[in-house]
């Protein structure tokens, strides 16, 4: 794990980047706290509300896991998530 980072995201009843602009990292883990209200959605364009990858709350999360490759990366703005207003995602990243 070289440079561990976080970003917590809070909901907006909107889809989101997990990242504003280009953002590149080796690996990524999303995590729903307990406290949340809903599932977050996660996935491509096509996320919205009960559309994507659900990750129910208070879940453990979903792994994106490590790319061997050099240049090979996640780029966080290219991977969208739902999450209902108040909610929150955790998102771990590094590389």
Known sequence: MINPRSITITGTNA???LSATALTAK???VVTPA??????FIGGPEVAAGV???IPKGWAGQ???PI????ELYDLSQINVYIST????????GG
């Open 52 to 54: 994507g990858f659900e």
């Open 15 to 17: 889809v989101v980047p």
């Open 63 to 65: 792994l994106f896991p």
């Open 86 to 93: 108040g909610d929150k995602l955790d998102v771990l990243y």
């Open 35 to 40: 406290a949340n209200g809903a599932s977050v």
């Open 27 to 29: 690996w990524v883990q």
């Open 68 to 71: 061997s490759e050099l240049l």
